[in-house]
């Protein structure tokens, strides 16, 4: 089979569209920083939520509209994403991605990895 040049642009063309797609989808949430920690802390007036990062800090997040709150569900890979800022209990373990510094920290998407709060049968 004899390739033309046009055959071979669309052929580069197409692989080229794909490669750069794909990195696009792999990369899209590896800008936001991330910490792991314990919730220590819940202010559901003022919709914020302080977590003791695995370092020993306190870091303070505000909870918005638009931020995801997700629980791990029954299954081994679901999250129910219905859960609230209400629904968060003292003593969670959680990952949360964000963006903002200082104490303008907003949540992007935390998931409560481990429910070890002291009453973890009412969430």
């Given at each position: 089979?004899?390739?033309?040049?046009?055959?071979?642009?669309f052929?580069?063309?197409?692989c080229?569209?794909?490669?750069?797609?794909?990195?696009?989808?792999?990369?899209?949430?590896d800008?936001?920083?991330?910490?792991?920690?314990?919730?220590?802390?819940?202010?559901?007036?003022?919709?914020?939520v302080?977590?003791?990062?695995?370092?020993?800090?306190?870091?303070?997040?505000?909870?918005?509209?638009?931020?995801?709150?997700?629980?791990?569900?029954?299954?081994?890979?679901?999250?129910?994403?219905?859960?609230?800022?209400?629904d968060?209990?003292?003593?969670?373990?959680?990952?949360?991605?964000?963006?903002?510094?200082?104490?303008?920290?907003?949540?992007?998407d935390?998931?409560?990895v481990?429910?070890?709060?002291?009453?973890?049968?009412?969430?």
């Open positions: 089979m004899k390739l033309t040049p046009k055959l071979i642009v052929i580069l063309t197409f080229l569209s794909i490669s750069s797609v794909m990195t696009a989808y792999a990369g899209k949430d800008h936001w920083p991330k910490v792991k920690g314990k919730i220590v802390g819940i202010d559901v007036p003022h919709s914020s302080t977590i003791k990062n695995v370092s020993g800090h306190n870091m303070t997040f505000q909870i918005i509209s638009e931020s995801e709150i997700e629980k791990k569900g029954h299954g081994l890979l679901e999250w129910d994403s219905e859960i609230t800022l209400s968060l209990a003292v003593g969670q373990f959680v990952s949360v991605k964000y963006y903002g510094a200082g104490e303008d920290k907003v949540v992007r935390m998931k409560v481990l429910d070890s709060s002291k009453d973890s049968s009412t969430h």
